[in-house]
Every structure is written in C-alpha cells, then in structure tokens.
C-alpha cells in the first residue's frame, strides 16, 4: 500500500496562486498515474488533473491553461500548480494514485472574491 498527503492549500484572493504538494510514502510513479480531485460541499469528487508514468497530462476543461500538474520522482511528490485562481475553484483537493486506489485527506483551497 501507498500513503499520500497533501499540503499547500490555503486561503487566497481571485486571481492568485497556490502551490499544492501530494507526497508518496514509496516510490511509485513509475507504476501508478496520479491524479488530482476536488470537492466542494454538496458536490460530487471531480477530476482535475492526472500525470501518467510516461508524463502525459490531461486536464479537466474548467482548470485547462491555468493548472499545471508535475512531479518530482526523487521526492515522491507531485505537484498541482494552480494560477489564476477563481472563487469557484474552491474546493477540498485530493490526491489519488490510480493503481492502488489510494486517496490523500485533502487540503482546503478556498479562493475568496
């Protein structure tokens, strides 16, 4: 099994920036995607981002251009570099690793008007 947990999140004013971090208790961006997800309360989980382990990236339409997701395979981190905040990317973000089903606590990302 495989622990994440996230950090970076915060509060921030529209049109600014977070940086979030998810790190990988082993070594295993070779073998597994990772995705990022978010939440807001009484929405459903929805897809944000995923790095494959070629390092392809897709991106949900509605972060496209402004999020970029990376990794850093010596630290077991990736990364979700989030720009041009808006009020209505407020939402619990969490990390997952595809292979295993594995899922971080999250981390608040709130993006005030």
């Known amino acids: 099994q495989v622990q994440l947990v996230e950090s970076g999140g915060g509060l921030v004013q529209a049109g600014g920036s977070l940086r979030l971090s998810c790190a990988a208790s082993?070594?295993?961006?070779?073998?597994?995607?990772m995705g990022w997800y978010r939440q807001a309360p009484g929405k459903q989980r929805d897809f944000v981002a995923q790095?494959?382990?070629?390092?392809?990236?897709n991106y949900a339409d509605s972060v496209k251009g402004r999020f970029t997701i990376s990794r850093d395979n010596a630290k077991n981190t990736v990364y979700l570099q989030m720009n041009s905040l808006k009020p209505e990317d407020t939402a619990v973000y969490y990390c997952?690793?595809?292979?295993?089903?594995?899922w971080g606590q999250g981390t608040q990302v709130t993006v005030s008007s």
């Open positions: 997952h690793a595809t292979l295993v089903g594995a």
């Open positions: 082993r070594s295993i961006f070779s073998i597994s995607a």
């Open positions: 790095i494959t382990t070629r390092g392809s990236t």
